[in-house]
Each structure stands twice: as structure tokens, then as C-alpha cells.
């Protein structure tokens, strides 16, 4: 099964890999993508069901994805997910430790749905009520998603203008299917992991709340940053800061 990729090539600069979130494809990196080009040979994926990369497996489990990544990525990088794409860029790193140079979280959770012992995460009723819109209409659910993920935030206004652009263009063929990798947990995952580890979150991100970032700590005992007045996204309000931080770890960790 073929995934779309986009390569940035740029010799003798470290390898980096972006995963985007659900509902959005790789175009959602944008200028920073274009920012980060100067410091890393990058590569851009779409997860499978998402975007451009429009097959998927059956069933859609993060394993079959995580296999598919494996084909399609760098024998060695750094690993940059942003939301679900950082859940799964932390289950290819505890399958394959020996590939990932170091990995980079942002407005992510190795949890994404609340459990009776982890609170700071998604309300089981707000994920639930995501499911069955989804099974009504995926259009004006994906609208609605966006809109929770700058509501409130710093250039709110300004990032929901731009993926409303790309949104516009996208046929997620696998959406429906590709939600359910937010039930699963990886904590243990998470905790277990060796490399170099930093977890970015915004204080106004409504999906992944701010409070996850001492809770992640405590599991990753990594790096983590949490970006004043960012909702979601903020490597679009906070770029060149994040862009920076980025740079800065990875070149720390493979020195």
C-alpha cells in the first residue's frame, strides 16, 4: 500500500519526519515546513485514509499504520507528530527505537480520551459526539474540529482562515476510520522509550489541555514546553519560537 510523501531535500542536514494530525494532510505544515527546510531534509507524510494518501488498511489500526510508515520513512530520523500524528510517531518509535534519532510531540497526548486515571484528556461524551457526526456528515464535522482548534488561541482567526483552505481541498477517504486511533493508549509506550524526547503544547488548546504537559512529563521525562496563548496549532501562532525549539533539540540530541 503506497503512502504520499513529500520530500525537502537539503544534503548533510539532519533527517526529519512531519506527521500531521486527523483530519488534515501534510499541507498543513505549510511555512513552517518551508521554515524548518533550511536545518533538516524533510519528510512529509499523509496517513493512510488521509489527504492524498487515499488507501488505507482494514481494519485501521495504529500496528498496519505504524508497518506502512516503517516502508515509507527514513532508515534513521528525527520524528516530529503533531496531534494523532504524535501518538503515532510515539508507537513507531517503542517498534522501531533503532530509527527515530529523537521524537518531538506537539499539541499531542499518548491519551487522547479521558480515563478514570488520566483526566487531562478529551471528555468520553465530546469524542463519542465526534463518532457519530462523522457517520452523519464528514464535511461539517471536519469544520467543526478545526474550529475547536483555535478557538480562543493566539492568530486564532488567521489559522482557521488557512485550514479552512486546505480543508476545502482534502477527501479524507478513511476519516471515519482513522478516529478511532484517538481511543488508544500509549502511555506505557511512551514511558518506555529511551531517545531524546520533547513534548510542545499550547495553553489554549482546547483538545489537548495545557495540564497534560506535567502529566506527559512525568511519563517521558523528556522536554516539555508549554507556549503561552497557543491553541492547537502552534507551530502557526508561535512559528518561528517552535521552529527554533525544534532545531535547537535535534541538533542537541545527535551531537
Known amino acids: ?30 511555512a513552517f515546513a518551508e521554515l524548518l527546510s533550511s536545518s533538516f531534509s524533510l519528510t512529509l507524510i499523509d496517513l493512510p485514509g488521509l489527504g492524498r494518501s487515499t488507501a488505507f488498511p482494514e481494519p485501521y489500526t495504529a500496528d498496519a499504520v505504524v508497518e506502512l510508515l516503517r516502508e515509507h520513512a527514513p532508515k534513521a530520523a528525527a520524528w516530529l507528530g ?27 497526548s499518548p491519551c487522547f480520551v479521558q480515563r478514570s486515571d488520566w483526566s487531562c484528556a478529551m471528555d468520553e461524551e465530546t469524542h463519542g459526539q465526534f463518532e457519530q457526526a462523522l457517520e452523519v456528515n464528514v464535511s461539517k464535522t471536519l469544520q467543526r474540529f478545526i474550529m475547536l482548534q483555535t478557538k480562543g488561541a493566539e492568530a486564532g482567526r488567521d489559522t482557521l482562515k488557512s485550514l479552512k483552505l486546505i480543508l476545502k481541498n482534502l477527501d479524507h477517504a478513511g476519516a471515519r476510520e482513522s478516529l478511532q486511533l484517538l481511543r488508544d493508549d500509549v502511555r506505557d509506550q511512551l514511558s518506555n522509550l529511551s531517545m531524546p524526547i520533547m513534548q510542545l503544547f499550547g495553553e489554549k488548546d482546547l483538545l489537548v489541555p495545557s495540564e497534560a504537559a506535567q502529566a506527559c512529563e512525568r511519563l517521558s521525562k523528556g522536554l516539555v514546553k508549554v507556549y503561552e496563548g497557543a491553541g492547537h496549532l502552534p507551530f502557526y501562532s508561535h512559528q518561528a519560537e517552535v521552529a ?12
Open 1 to 30: 500500500m503506497s503512502l504520499y510523501v513529500e520530500r525537502y531535500e537539503n544534503n548533510g542536514k539532519p533527517e526529519l519526519v512531519l506527521l500531521h494530525g486527523w483530519g488534515m494532510d501534510s499541507q498543513v505544515w505549510g
Open 82 to 108: 503533531w496531534s494523532m500524528g504524535g501518538q503515532l510517531a510515539i508507537e513507531f518509535a517503542a517498534r522501531y527505537p533503532e530509527r527515530v534519532t529523537c521524537l518531538i510531540t506537539v499539541a499531542s
Open 244 to 255: 527554533a525549539d525544534v532545531t535547537q533539540f535535534v541538533q542537541e540530541s545527535i551531537a
